[in-house]
């Protein structure tokens, strides 16, 4: 026993260290008061969306408090005297008459109310947009994987903060996107049921509701929010922004603004945020609850769609069959789980990509200079093709609209919707790749035979040439400072005769392979390559 005991502490002394040594690569062992002091920010506008999500942010919350002043979150029943004159005297819930009045009593306060949701849907576009764009330059890689994960988390947030605060008005609209949710959560199997009565306080739709979305949509989802960017600030400072590759920026600094112009710079953004989302609410009309009217469980709004955001869950469930599956006296609605696990892997694909690339690639190094995404073909075509999915179900949303609009069965389209969902996904991966392969092979002609200017020569031999005008340094540093990335050689055969390597390295092997094998990159041009050029622009 004594033995086993010491063979084992190096074991867990290695993991401890291992662990230990990941924890301080990511989180950072600097002082943020003063590394916000030496920090500097790049100035590109890709950078700008993030603080676009965190400006409207701002709105959210603002407006939000404002209108929590006067909305009443109860479900029970009374009748409407309020300045609508079309309801006045209908039954109606405590909920939709305080909405109604803070519409049409409250100075202002259809302004505010609008200015709240416009801000709520800018704030979900410009994190999803934001992702996005750190997907797509691999600014996800070590040591910000953690940053990643608060940002998909924030992400997944907004998106139910966005749920419950649409559903709390009370009218047929919300009424109608809640059975939906409740449909979807009876058809998980054993703890459905438990889950809706719980949520709504008995059986659909419950007395309770309303009051649970108020406490999570002001209270509860708020509060994990700002935790969640007060991380992701904190790891930004201890980590310092990533860069575009350039002239002057490696990955041991950062070229840019300083922290003082930059605030400077940044108060003026929050201002024209601000003012863009209220010129918004001024303008154009937002989710006007008095044409939809009260909600009715018996009544069920025709034409109704959710919020973009949640139109890709909406749109897989409606293109989805109606499937099911009875054993044991049980019926198992696959109609509605099935589209539930869809869009939870689709979402999970996306948080979980950034630790797969590492573990296939092998790469443990910090990374500070993002990637072009032509130069990450692979990567691109995957995010494209996860994105042509979101958008093909995200037109399921609207089978009905489209059939009515286009004067079409609305059978027709939403079959189109069923095969778009498999094979549009598959065409956008090939188109992508091959478009950054070409994009390569013009960046490489750029770097070889210089900028095409358009001008004609007549040569003294009696042809015809056109004139190629050297590319600047800076400009050639940009096309060049990508790294050649190479598959991971084949593992190496154990040392037992007749062993094969692991099923887990094979498949590590053949996806870095997939990755970053042959077909995924231009190779850069070599110095040979480089003094033929500069002798034939200097000739």
Known sequence: MGNDSRSAEPGQRRTGERLAT??????????????????????????????????????????????????????APMVYQGSYTPLRGQLVSEAFN???????????????????????????????THMLRVFFTGAFRRPRELNWLLGFSLLILAMFAGLTGYDLPDDLLSGTGLRVVNGTILSIPVVGTYLSFFLFGGEFPGDDLIARFNTLHILVIPAL??????????????????????????????????????????????????????????????????????????????GSQPDWYMGVADGLLRVMPGW????????LALDNLLPLLIGGLLFLAMGAYPFLEAWVTDDDRDQHLLDRPRNRPVRTALGVAWLSFYAVALMGAANDVIATRLHVSVNDVTWAVRIGLFVLPVLAFWVTK???????????????????????????????????????????????????YRPLPAAPAPDAPGARPSRTQRLRVRLSRFLHGPGTQVPKPTAAEYRQVSDRHRS
Not at 43 to 68: C, K, M, N, R
């Open 225 to 302: 929010m700002i935790a969640l960017l007060v991380g992701h600030l904190i790891l930004a400072v201890h980590k310092r922004h990533t860069q575009h590759p350039g002239p002057g920026r490696t990955h041991g600094n950062v070229v840019g603004l300083p922290f003082q112009v930059k605030a400077v710079k940044a108060g003026g953004f929050l201002f024209l945020v601000s003012g863009v989302i209220f010129c918004m609410a001024a303008v154009a009309q937002i989710n006007p609850v008095w044409q939809y009217g009260p909600f009715r469980a018996d009544q069920v709004s025709a």
């Open 22 to 75: 990941w924890s301080a690569s990511r989180l950072g062992h600097r002082r943020p008061a003063a590394s916000a002091r030496r920090l500097v920010f790049p100035d590109h506008w890709s950078f700008l969306l993030g603080e676009i999500a965190l400006y409207s942010l701002v709105v959210v919350l603002l407006t939000g408090v404002y209108l929590s002043l006067y909305f009443e979150p109860s479900s």
């Open 98 to 128: 305080s909405t109604l009045h803070l519409s049409f009593d409250v100075r202002g306060g259809l302004l505010i109310r609008q200015a709240h949701h416009w801000a709520a849907l800018v704030f979900i576009a410009a994190v999803f």
């Open 434 to 484: 091959r478009l950054a392969l070409g994009l390569q092979r013009r960046d490489r002609d750029k770097v070889l035979h210089g900028r095409e200017t358009g001008v004609i020569t007549h040569l003294p031999q009696g042809g015809y040439v056109e004139i190629h005008e050297p590319l600047s340094r800076a400009r050639l540093h940009t096309l060049t400072a990508h790294e050649q």
């Open 324 to 331: 099911e599956i009875s054993f044991w006296g049980h019926t």
